[in-house]
Each structure stands twice: as C-alpha cells, then as structure tokens.
C-alpha cells in the first residue's frame, strides 16, 4: 500500500472491507458515486481489503461491474487492521485534509445519508 501522505490536502474515507461481507459490498457502489461527484475537489477513496485470500477475480469484476474508479489495496496478514485495531467490517476511517483522523465508523453506514453528506461537505469546503 502507497503510504497515506500522498493524499494530503484531500478528504480521505479509509475503507476496510471483505468479499465475505455483505455491508462492506453494499457501502462500495456508494463510495463509487461520492468519489466520482467529488473527486475535483479533492475527495479520495481507499479501500483495504483484508481477506486472507483476497479473491482477486472476485474483486476485479465487481470494480469492473460498478465502475469503481478508487483503487484498493490489499492486506491479506491483515497487519494494518491490526495496528489500528479495527474489529468490525466495515470500517472507514475519514481524514481531514491536514490527514487527521476525524471520523471512525465501524459498521455499515448510509454514506448518502443527509447528515453524512453534509458531515462530508464540512470536511470538503476547508483549506488545505
């Protein structure tokens, strides 16, 4: 994984997921929309998928499928969800744009929820 620096100045959502976890599947397309309605401004999406086995057929053809344009990473050891000690899928972490944590949601969230969305524009509309 490319390390975290290189979005500086953005808003990040930091997403772990698994292929084996239907919440995880559902939050993906919705992170697809956001990243395309914002990502001329600066919004960013890195999935992590920590299966032990990443199903990497599986996985291209559902980015394919939903024309995913973020990238995701893999974590098979599951080292980072360890170090950051994450229990539940999903998990997303958001980042300011200074890279500051300033969101953790564990489990499944409506990501186009009002409330979200304007928690997401907030973060959007400050300076780098």
């Not at 390390?3 to 919705?30: D, I, M």
């Not at 973020?70 to 170090?83: A, C």
Request: charged fraction near 25%.
């Amino acid at each position: 994984m490319e390390p975290l620096s290189q979005y500086r100045g953005k808003v990040v959502v930091l997403n772990f997921w698994a292929s084996w976890c239907a919440p995880c599947l559902t939050e993906l397309p919705t992170f697809g929309r956001l990243f395309e309605k914002w990502r001329d401004r600066g919004f960013e999406v890195v999935a992590v998928n920590v299966d032990e086995e990443p199903p990497l057929e599986f996985i291209q053809n559902l980015w394919d499928h939903e024309k995913l344009a973020f990238r995701t990473y893999y974590d098979p050891n599951q080292l980072l969800i360890q170090k950051l000690q994450i229990s539940v899928l999903p998990t997303s972490l958001i980042l300011d744009r200074k890279g500051r944590v300033t969101f953790i949601i564990d489990g499944y969230t409506d990501w186009e929820n009002s409330t979200t969305i304007r928690s997401l524009e907030e973060l959007l509309t400050q300076e780098k």
